[in-house]
């Protein structure tokens, strides 16, 4: 926690002349502590008052205090113990609910959060705040389970022990300037509110091999004994503006805009950047659009409709001075605060907030402005806002990735992200359906419908592997001597996520004639029944597909009724599908229809032993055999088997005439 990262208005600290007994200068001391900012310092005060205090009341009412301390250090974990302990004391403030919830929140314990949040809403039923937030723990929990493509993780090269947030791009994506209290800074006293070293800005270059230098702070005028950070830029890079704190000797001062131009030892001293009339409002995180005619701040001015507000100025030239800021309104502005805005583009703004709905403490938003200027705000979500204070995004100019800031890790620290490119694969087998063992060699061809063609062929175990683009519909063609030709589809539409898709492709040996499932007829009839026709449109589709082949359809009855009977019905069957395939435009030449009666009966392969278990593998369904079998269940299935409707590829070389 610094100055910079709050934009605290700087209270006087004159300790020494306190009056009264010891007990009450103590409480007087926490109390100016407290005032100021200087939060660790007023909650150690405040302990020491704590132990020695006797009355139940006024005990609750320190305790309160700090827990408070611990809420405004970010301590959530401190801060729910000290405000579990008040409210078991009955200490009667509404607040310490909310703040209890809150603090439920930033670790992340939603449905203990959502409790107290309904428990304060008894007490205080129109806090806009705490519908919100207890809205925002149900959203929370989809963010959750489904979190956006962004990857994180800690910036290892820029942070230290201390705090490092506030990053921006200076002139490329290889040089950074963030702000630090690390102990390289200028200033070697400690801020007094604080109670860190004083924050600078820093520098680090990232070289050809993507190392990054050692953060040193940036050359010129702009570090002092005091604070400096958020630097921001135009698209010139000649001018820097950033926050400044300042205190005088007696403790008072506050933050205000800054510029220092670019010159040969880095930067020249910074000079205050003039905004509001009244000096003594305290204003920080300034973002300078990319024409430099457009600065956003944060500020608690006179007209803030919360805590903190982000406001606007303008101005008509780069010669010309700002504007006196205006409030950017109450569709990015809450009773809330809202602090650190970035400009991606000149109409696209990031800013976070601890009042809009969100995940806890402040989140990060996107804000889009319209032609008509009106300004659309969504929630970053997991996992680039967690429930701690996330905040100073960026972004790179030629990827998707970029840096931001958050107290995830405790410290305030750089966090990079990036969203990787979506990709996606296909793989899979081509297998024989008769035995489904992998397919060598065959010819594997890609389709896209970009109009993109891929050709490969399978390895030794039948795989294959292509890439695929993302918003397409593939189709995949297989082909090998002695099969029919296999294919598959699939389809990268719809999908946001990389994925790994998997297409088997079946492929038919035709060295032996192929059994059509389902073609039926009533009993001793040769008219196909409508339930046929499904099986029948996909030999049309197999025909269609493999134009070169012509076959023969063969009909098979079983062992019922007479030789001659037989062999006329299925001739008459055969030629009913003949009939069938050549009203769906398949040429006639191409077909030839024969009956065989109960002369061929059929012989049971592996994949039919699946099926039947009762049945013998290279068996030959006579009559005789059939007779063997053990009851008239076994007979009626071996029968039924042998009255099937195949289908022979009889030549592979057809040219349509």
């Known amino acids: 926690m610094n100055a910079i990262r709050y934009i605290l208005i700087i209270c006087a600290l004159s300790f020494l002349g306190f009056q009264g007994n010891a007990q009450n200068s103590k409480l007087k001391k926490a109390e100016a502590y407290f005032a100021?900012?200087?939060?660790?310092?007023?909650?150690?005060?405040?302990?020491?008052?704590?132990?020695?205090?006797?009355?139940?009341?006024?005990?609750?009412?320190?305790?309160?205090?700090?827990?408070?301390?611990?809420?405004?250090?970010?301590?959530?974990?401190?801060?729910?113990?000290?405000?579990?302990?008040?409210?078991?004391?009955?200490?009667?403030?509404?607040?310490?609910?909310?703040?209890?919830?809150?603090?439920?929140?930033?670790?992340?314990?939603?449905?203990l959060a959502s409790e107290q949040y309904k428990?304060?809403?008894?007490?205080?039923?129109?806090?806009?705040?705490?519908?919100?937030?207890?809205?925002?723990?149900?959203?929370?929990?989809?963010?959750?389970?489904?979190?956006?493509?962004?990857?994180?993780?800690?910036?290892?090269?820029?942070?230290?022990?201390?705090?490092?947030?506030?990053?921006?791009?200076?002139?490329?994506?290889?040089?950074?300037l963030f702000t630090s209290t690390r102990e390289a800074s200028k200033g070697k006293k400690l801020n007094q509110v604080t109670g860190k070293f004083y924050a600078d800005i820093f520098t680090t270059t990232r070289d050809r091999k993507g190392k990054?230098?050692?953060?040193?702070?940036?050359?010129?005028?702009?570090?002092?004994?005091?604070?400096?950070?958020?630097?921001?830029?135009?698209?010139?890079?000649?001018?820097?503006?950033y926050t400044a704190c300042r205190t005088n000797k007696a403790g008072q001062g506050g933050c205000a805009i800054y510029k220092a131009a670019q010159n040969t030892e880095g930067f020249g001293i910074g000079e205050i950047v003039p905004l509001f009339a009244d000096s003594s409002v305290s204003v920080g995180h300034p973002a300078l659009s990319k024409n430099g005619l457009k600065l956003i701040i944060v500020s608690d001015a006179e007209g803030t409709l919360g805590s903190k507000d982000l406001w606007l100025s303008t101005r008509k030239s780069k010669n010309d001075k700002w504007e006196k800021p205006t409030n950017m309104g109450n569709v990015i502005n809450t009773p809330g605060n809202e602090m650190f805005p970035v400009w991606r583009n000149d109409t696209t703004l990031y800013f976070s907030s601890d009042f809009h709905p969100g995940m806890g403490g402040l989140d990060i938003f996107e804000a889009f402005q319209s032609k008509k200027g009106d300004?659309?705000?969504?929630?970053?979500?997991?996992?680039?806002?967690?429930?701690?204070?996330?905040?100073?995004?960026?972004?790179?100019?030629?990827?998707?990735?970029?840096?931001?800031?958050?107290?995830r890790d405790k410290f305030d620290n750089i966090f990079r992200f990036q969203i990787p490119p979506i990709l996606f694969s296909v793989k899979g087998t081509v297998f024989n359906t008769d035995n489904r063992r992998p397919i060598e060699d065959a010819t594997v061809q890609m389709y896209g419908s970009d109009g993109s063609f891929l050709e490969i062929k399978?390895?030794?175990?039948?795989?294959?592997?292509?890439?695929?683009?993302?918003?397409?519909?593939?189709?995949?063609?297989?082909?090998?001597?002695?099969?029919?030709?296999?294919?598959?589809?699939?389809?990268?539409?719809?999908?946001?996520?990389?994925?790994?898709?998997?297409?088997?492709?079946?492929?038919?040996?035709?060295?032996?004639?192929?059994?059509?499932?389902?073609?039926?007829?009533?009993?001793?009839?040769?008219?196909?029944?409508?339930?046929?026709?499904?099986?029948?449109?996909?030999?049309?589709?197999?025909?269609?597909?493999?134009?070169?082949?012509?076959?023969?359809?063969?009909?098979?009855?079983?062992?019922v009724g007479s030789d001659e009977d037989n062999l006329d019905l299925s001739q008459r069957r055969a030629q009913s599908v003949v009939d069938y395939l050549i009203e769906k435009g398949i040429s006639s030449d191409r077909l030839t229809a024969r009956g065989y009666g109960e002369t061929k009966p059929k012989v049971i392969d592996e994949k039919m032993l699946e099926q039947y278990t009762f049945l013998k593998l290279g068996e030959t369904l006579t009559e005789t055999y059939i007779a063997t079998l053990p009851d008239d269940a076994s007979k009626d299935t071996a029968n039924q088997i042998n009255r099937r409707t195949e289908f022979s590829v009889i030549s592979t070389n057809y040219k349509k005439r």
């Open 375 to 407: 300004w659309r705000i969504a929630n970053m979500q997991s996992p680039i806002n967690s429930s701690f204070d996330d905040f100073g995004i960026i972004f790179s100019t030629t990827s998707e990735e970029g840096y931001l800031c958050s107290n």
């Open 212 to 241: 990054w230098s050692e953060p040193v702070p940036v050359d010129g005028g702009i570090n002092t004994e005091f604070d400096e950070g958020t630097p921001t830029f135009g698209s010139e890079f000649d001018v820097m503006y």
């Open 458 to 559: 399978s390895e030794k175990n039948g795989s294959y592997k292509f890439k695929l683009k993302e918003n397409t519909d593939y189709r995949f063609v297989t082909e090998k001597v002695n099969f029919l030709k296999g294919k598959g589809t699939e389809t990268t539409k719809g999908y946001k996520n990389s994925k790994d898709f998997v297409v088997d492709i079946p492929m038919t040996p035709i060295e032996k004639p192929i059994e059509l499932p389902n073609i039926l007829y009533d009993f001793n009839k040769a008219e196909l029944r409508p339930e046929s026709m499904i099986a029948l449109d996909k030999l049309v589709e197999t025909l269609n597909d493999n134009p070169n082949i012509t076959i023969e359809l063969a009909a098979h009855t079983d062992y």
């Open 36 to 111: 100021a900012g200087a939060y660790y310092k007023a909650s150690v005060e405040f302990e020491k008052v704590y132990v020695k205090v006797k009355d139940k009341k006024e005990k609750a009412a320190v305790g309160f205090k700090i827990a408070e301390c611990c809420r405004l250090m970010n301590d959530a974990k401190s801060a729910q113990r000290w405000y579990e302990r008040v409210i078991k004391a009955n200490y009667n403030d509404p607040n310490t609910v909310l703040y209890l919830a809150e603090m439920l929140k930033m670790q992340a314990e939603y449905e």
């Open 119 to 176: 428990a304060y809403l008894q007490l205080v039923p129109d806090d806009k705040k705490a519908v919100n937030a207890l809205a925002s723990c149900d959203s929370t929990k989809k963010w959750l389970k489904s979190p956006t493509r962004h990857i994180i993780e800690p910036a290892k090269w820029l942070n230290s022990r201390e705090n490092d947030f506030g990053p921006v791009y200076y002139k490329s994506d290889d040089v950074l």
